[in-house]
């Protein structure tokens, strides 16, 4: 019941359609997109959830998986059979877990078969919340065989993979801004950098705004045409916007996506920013190519850009993007 309360404000509500039917589902192994989880554009929050765990499988598979060669090329991405996406899925979301944890435990949470509360009348079942049982670890190596060998828990069809895993970040730490606790461990509600004592005219605020103090993995990224148009694009810190590993969350439009690179130096030798290459994943099946409004290109030259374009200019200021002759993404 506390879970529901922290969600949605009471113990009435459930989750929508979209979220029940969310879980970690892989494209075929051994396949170009071996590496990506499926996504459907429309899934909102169980999307953004899935974004930041597939930015953590391309960081495991990259970075971190055991490789014959120093050389990271595309085929190592495409190269993983089953047993290889299972254990990148249980390091994802052990790691993930683990920060929520502070680094000291973790909570799983896994559905069983008996019902473990009694619903009070303003209580209204979803047959999954009310069998909930909660595994707790105190190392991190114990959380990630624990999901590996439950890993069907969590990629199964009507599994509820991505509640379940919300649920466990939620009981490891109490959210109150879920996408930097996936991404830092620290729930604070703002993208700057350390805390804010003072507003835009220089008046000292109530309380300080508590923003991210340290990098994390992971990175995040944003852009959006609608708050760029009404001068209200939030601007995220440099501690996000610059990660140990060289993979980005991207908020674009809304839409949750990740952005990444081959190269683990790009992020520690300023010589590598002259040139460089990035892959972007969204989850579709399909591609969505961006078009240019003629409406508005002749008067706002950013509005010629996509906005995937836009967004990796708030990373690198001023780059210039060769899409490598296919059209632009968003």
């Known amino acids: 019941q506390s879970l529901r309360r ?28 071996s590496y990506a989880l499926e996504t459907d554009r429309f899934q909102g929050g169980a999307r953004a959830i899935q974004m930041v765990v597939q930015a953590r499988i391309i960081k495991h598979l990259l970075f971190i998986r055991p490789s014959g060669s120093d050389r990271r090329t595309l085929h190592s991405l ?7 996406q299972e254990r990148a899925l249980a390091a994802a979301l052990s790691d993930s877990l683990w920060l929520a944890g502070q680094e000291v435990s973790a909570i799983v949470t896994l559905v069983t078969e008996d019902y473990c509360i009694t619903p009070h009348l303003d209580y209204k079942m979803d047959n999954f919340t009310e069998r909930l049982q909660l595994f707790t670890f105190s190392k991190k190596e114990d959380v990630r065989k624990f999901l590996l060998d439950h890993i069907q828990c969590f990629t199964e069809e009507g599994g509820h993979g991505v509640i379940l895993f919300l649920y466990s970040l939620i009981c490891s730490r109490t959210v109150d801004a879920l996408l930097n606790l996936l991404l ?3 729930a604070t509600p703002h993208i700057f950098n350390g805390t804010l004592y003072f507003d835009e005219d220089g008046r000292p605020l109530e309380r300080p705004l508590q923003g991210v103090k340290s990098r994390s993995d992971i990175g995040f990224l944003h852009w959006s045409r609608e708050q760029m148009d009404r001068g209200r694009l939030p601007q995220v810190g440099s501690m996000l ?34 040139l460089f290459q990035l892959y972007y994943y969204n989850g579709d099946t399909h591609s969505h190519h961006w078009e240019a409004s003629s409406r508005h290109s002749d008067r706002d030259p950013e509005k010629k850009f996509p906005s995937l374009e836009m967004t990796i200019r708030t990373k690198w200021d001023g780059a210039v993007v060769d899409w490598n002759n296919i059209l632009p993404f968003y």
């Open 241 to 274: 916007k610059t990660p140990r590993f060289p993979v980005w969350i991207c908020c674009i439009n809304s839409s949750y996506s990740v952005l990444f690179s081959l190269n683990h130096s790009l992020l520690s030798d300023w010589r590598m920013e002259h």
């Open 184 to 186: 830092t461990g620290k």
């Open 78 to 84: 495409s190269d993983v059979g089953q047993r290889d």
């Open 6 to 33: 922290i969600l949605f404000g009471g113990t009435f509500h459930v989750f929508n359609y979209e979220w029940r039917k969310s879980f970690f589902q892989f494209r075929e192994p051994n396949s170009e997109l």
